[in-house]
């Protein structure tokens, strides 16, 4: 998977979901989640605006915490 492009806005993200999902999440995972969520992005949309992305990773990163709650 490609890096994301060295933006703020893009750093900024990351570290807004690493914390709201700390505790939840390692920051690798964050980081994993905002690079797949900006390739789909990209992929299916041609760009990948901050808050598209945002969205997009939050939900991954929502049904990821989901699933390892469910497994216990």
């Known amino acids: 998977m490609s ?10 993200l990351e570290a807004l979901l690493r914390d709201e999902f700390a505790g939840v999440h390692p920051a690798a995972t964050v980081t994993r989640c905002v690079q797949a969520a900006h390739h789909g992005a990209v ?5 990948a605006p ?3 992305v945002e969205r997009i990773a939050r939900k991954h990163l929502r049904v990821l915490a989901t699933a390892a ?3 216990g």
Not at 3 to 12: G, I, T
């Open 43 to 47: 992929e299916v949309t041609g760009s």
């Open 69 to 71: 709650a469910e497994r």
């Open 50 to 52: 901050p808050a598209l």
């Open 3 to 12: 890096e994301l492009p060295a933006d703020e806005r893009y750093e900024q």
